[in-house]
C-alpha cells in the first residue's frame, strides 16, 4: 500500500470541496471496496478523505410514503429496518444475500452502489485492463469468461457490476442524491447512476469529480409480491452469476431487473411488458443482442429458469 495523507471532515459540502482541492482522492467510511484494492495497488490514493463522521446514517419517511437512506447506513441496518423489510422486501432481501455479517456490518449504502468489479482480471496486476489503465486491453476477452458480462458489455471491457443491493435499488428506481464540490446538490436517478463500458470503462458512473453521495431515496412502496433469487457457484460468499429481483403484483404485472449479466443492474423495461406470458418472453427481449462466449452461454438458460422461478414462487403468494 502506497503512502497517503488522511483527512476528517464535518459536512458532506466539506467533504466534497476538499475532493476537488486534492485530485485524485477518495472518500473513505467502510472501506471494504477500497483498501481491499489499496493493498494490491489498484487503487492509490494519495489522499482518503473520512465521511463517517457526517451525520447521513438515518433512513427516514418521506411525506410521499418513501424512505430516504443516509449514505452511511449500513448493509446490516438497512436489510433489518422493519420498514424496509415490510415494504421493500426485495432490497432487504438482496442485502442479506451479499457479502458476510461482517462485511455488511461495515459496508454503507453509498459505498455498495459505487465498489468496482471482481473481474479477476481487474484485480491481477500483472494483465492488461482498460479499467485499472485505460488503452492497455481487456485480458477477459479471449480469457476465462465464466462470471463476465453478456449484455451491454464493449470491446473494451466484459466486466460485470458485482452489487446485490444495486439490483433491488434499480428495480425500485431509486434515486441518488449528491453534493457537488460547489455546494449544490443534485438527484441522479439509479438508471443513469451507472454507465456501460462503451471505450471509456474506467469512467463507471455518471458521479463528478468530487461530487459525494450524500442519500438514496426510495420512491413509496409498491406492494405486490417481493422476490430475489442469486445463483451461484457456492452458498456463500460468492458474487452472483445471475440474480434476479422481481415484484410481481396479483394480475400478474410487475417489474424484474438482473444482476451479474451486465456492467450496471440490468433492467428493459419494455420486457416487462410480457410478464403475465411468462419467463421466456421476458428473458429473451431482455437479453436481446447478447454476445456470449463458450464459458458464460450457459448465461441465457439460467436467467430463463432463475426467472421462470421466481415467477412461480410469485404466484404461490
Not at 51 to 66: F, R, S, T
Not at 185 to 194: D, E, F, G, K, N
Request: charged share 20%; glycine share 10%.
Amino acid at each position: 500500500m502506497r503512502a497517503f495523507t488522511y483527512q476528517r471532515v464535518q459536512s458532506p459540502a466539506e467533504a466534497a470541496a476538499a475532493a476537488q482541492r486534492a485530485p485524485g482522492s477518495r472518500f473513505i467510511a467502510g472501506g471494504t471496496n477500497l483498501l481491499d484494492l489499496m493493498k494490491l495497488e489498484i487503487e492509490t490514493p494519495a489522499h482518503l478523505i473520512d465521511v463517517n463522521g457526517l451525520a447521513l446514517d438515518q433512513i427516514e419517511v418521506l411525506p410521499d410514503g418513501g424512505l430516504r437512506v443516509g449514505a452511511l447506513v449500513r448493509n446490516t441496518d438497512l436489510a433489518s429496518d422493519e420498514r424496509v423489510r415490510r415494504d421493500y422486501g426485495v432490497l432487504a432481501r438482496a442485502l442479506l444475500a451479499g457479502a458476510s455479517m461482517q462485511l455488511r456490518n461495515r459496508a454503507t449504502t453509498a459505498g455498495n452502489l459505487l465498489q468496482r468489479t471482481r473481474c479477476p482480471y481487474f484485480y491481477d496486476t500483472n494483465q492488461p485492463c482498460n479499467k485499472r489503465q485505460p488503452g492497455s486491453g481487456c485480458s477477459a476477452i479471449g480469457g476465462y469468461t465464466r462470471h463476465h458480462a453478456v449484455v451491454g458489455g464493449s470491446d473494451a471491457c466484459i466486466a460485470t457490476h458485482p452489487s446485490d443491493m444495486a439490483v433491488a435499488m434499480r428495480l425500485l428506481d431509486a434515486e441518488v442524491e449528491t453534493v457537488k464540490p460547489d455546494g449544490s446538490a443534485r438527484t441522479i436517478p439509479i438508471v443513469s447512476l451507472h454507465r456501460l463500458p462503451g471505450n471509456t470503462p474506467h469512467i463507471e458512473t455518471a458521479l463528478e469529480a468530487g461530487e459525494l453521495i450524500t442519500s438514496v431515496k426510495l420512491p413509496r412502496p409498491l406492494g405486490g409480491k417481493h422476490v430475489y433469487r442469486k445463483v451461484r457457484d457456492r452458498a456463500s460468499y460468492a458474487f452472483a452469476l445471475v440474480s434476479v429481483a422481481a415484484i410481481v403484483q396479483p394480475d400478474g404485472s410487475g417489474r424484474v431487473a438482473l444482476g451479474g449479466v451486465a456492467h450496471k443492474p440490468w433492467r428493459i423495461e419494455a420486457a416487462e411488458q410480457n410478464l403475465a406470458r411468462g419467463a421466456g418472453p421476458v428473458a429473451e427481449q431482455m437479453l436481446a443482442g447478447a454476445r456470449t462466449t463458450p464459458d458464460n452461454a450457459f448465461k441465457i438458460q439460467l436467467v430463463q429458469r432463475t426467472l421462470a422461478s421466481v415467477l412461480a414462487e410469485a404466484k404461490k403468494g
